[in-house]
């Protein structure tokens, strides 16, 4: 089953506009990681944040973490046409082991 | 500095047949994993190892062998390769909890 399930699946927006996909999962974690992932290639880490972090900020990218609510949400600032891809979150659970687990992925369109 | 490399990128068996898919890293990472993606269902982990001549079962362990020999190099076998086991799969690698690092993609496609 998917640890961290994203939502929207699937977000059009234009340039210049700001996008927002939020990430919920199931367990207690070590730290939550989003990434990116343009088609047909290999995904590329964007930002990670800690499970004792609320909010973190890496250039256009602004992250928050609930751990109350078990949820996350990626925010990026004045979309370009290049930030259309597909963004997917990982949790690494504090379960024991040691696994990242993917959700299934928001879509994000940029029109330009 | 290559990161993670995978070989082959695109493959066609038929069922039943076998093969191996090699991945490849050079930043000495302990941690290294088998994911595979299909669509709409984001990454699924197959199998990992947190070092070397060390596997462990990931979600959808059946079908798929594994083997870390080396640090820097873990290997995906299919035995009898099903049109299930039709997809893309990606390797990545980790230095502790950390960012993982992954490579472009292997497309097989099992007929």
């Known amino acids: 089953s998917q640890q961290g399930e994203e939502d929207p699946q699937a977000l059009s927006i234009q340039e210049g506009e700001n996008a927002t996909m939020n990430c919920s999962y199931k367990t207690s974690i070590n730290n939550l990681q989003w990434y990116r992932q343009n088609s047909g290639r290999g995904l590329v880490h964007l930002i990670l944040i800690r499970s004792n972090e609320r909010e973190k900020h890496s250039g256009r990218l602004r992250v928050t973490l609930d751990t109350s609510k078990k949820s996350s949400s990626l925010l990026i600032t004045a979309s370009r046409a290049a930030d259309t891809a597909s963004y997917f979150c990982?949790?690494?659970?504090?379960?024991?082991?040691?696994?990242?687990?993917f959700g299934a992925g928001t879509r994000l369109f940029v029109k330009a | 500095n290559a990161g993670v490399t995978q070989t082959p990128k695109f493959r066609v068996l038929k069922t039943g047949q076998s093969m191996t898919l090699l991945c490849a890293q050079d930043m000495n990472h302990e941690y290294m994993y088998w994911y595979r993606q299909d669509p709409g269902m984001g990454l699924r982990l197959i199998h990992y190892s947190v070092g070397e001549g060390t596997t462990a079962k990931g979600e959808v362990p059946d079908g798929y062998n594994v083997s870390r020999l080396k640090k820097q190099n873990f290997l995906l076998g299919l035995e009898s390769a099903a049109p299930s086991q039709t997809s893309v799969y990606f390797c990545?690698?980790?230095?502790?909890?950390?960012?993982?690092?992954f490579g472009q993609g292997t497309r097989l496609t099992v007929v």
């Open positions: 990545a690698s980790t230095k502790g909890r950390a960012e993982a690092f």
């Open positions: 990982a949790t690494d659970p504090d379960t024991g082991g040691f696994k990242t687990i």
